[in-house]
């Protein structure tokens, strides 16, 4: 079972810029999706962005479209979450989840087979 391990949180300003990466423990990354989700203290896990990993085709959640990003680098088996103009409703753990084929609920947590143990964004206002 592939492992996944997240880095690159940390604290920014409101504005600010982060970039999250997921690192992969396979030299060949053979599932269909790399997803992030997010948990805030106190609220349920939310879907943030999901990537098909073979075709590229993303898809956001609307609270953060036009400011997040998703990409995937093949050969370094590792996704990626840019994050820019950030919010302080943006402070959650983020996971990183892979997802071994395709299913109606890609936007669920439920979908997901393998996650990572998370990494830490706060933003102050």
């Known amino acids: 079972q592939v492992h996944l391990v997240e880095s690159g949180g940390g604290l920014v300003q409101a504005g600010g810029s982060l970039r999250l990466s997921c690192a992969t423990s396979?030299?060949?990354?053979?599932?269909?999706?790399m997803a992030w989700f997010r948990q805030a203290p106190g609220k349920e896990r939310e879907f943030v962005t999901m990537?098909?990993?073979?075709?590229?085709?993303?898809y956001y959640a609307d609270s953060v479209k036009g400011r997040f990003t998703i990409s995937r680098d093949n050969a370094k088996t590792a996704g990626y979450l840019h994050m820019n103009s950030l919010k302080p409703e943006d402070t959650a753990v983020y996971c990183c989840?892979?997802?071994?084929?395709?299913?109606?609920?890609?936007?669920?947590?439920?979908?997901?087979?393998?996650w990572g143990q998370g990494t830490q964004v706060t933003v102050s206002s």
């Open positions: 989840a892979a997802a071994r084929s395709w299913s109606s609920n890609l936007r669920t947590s439920v979908a997901y087979d393998t």
């Open positions: 990537i098909n990993w073979k075709s590229g085709s993303q």
């Open positions: 396979e030299r060949t990354f053979n599932y269909y999706a």
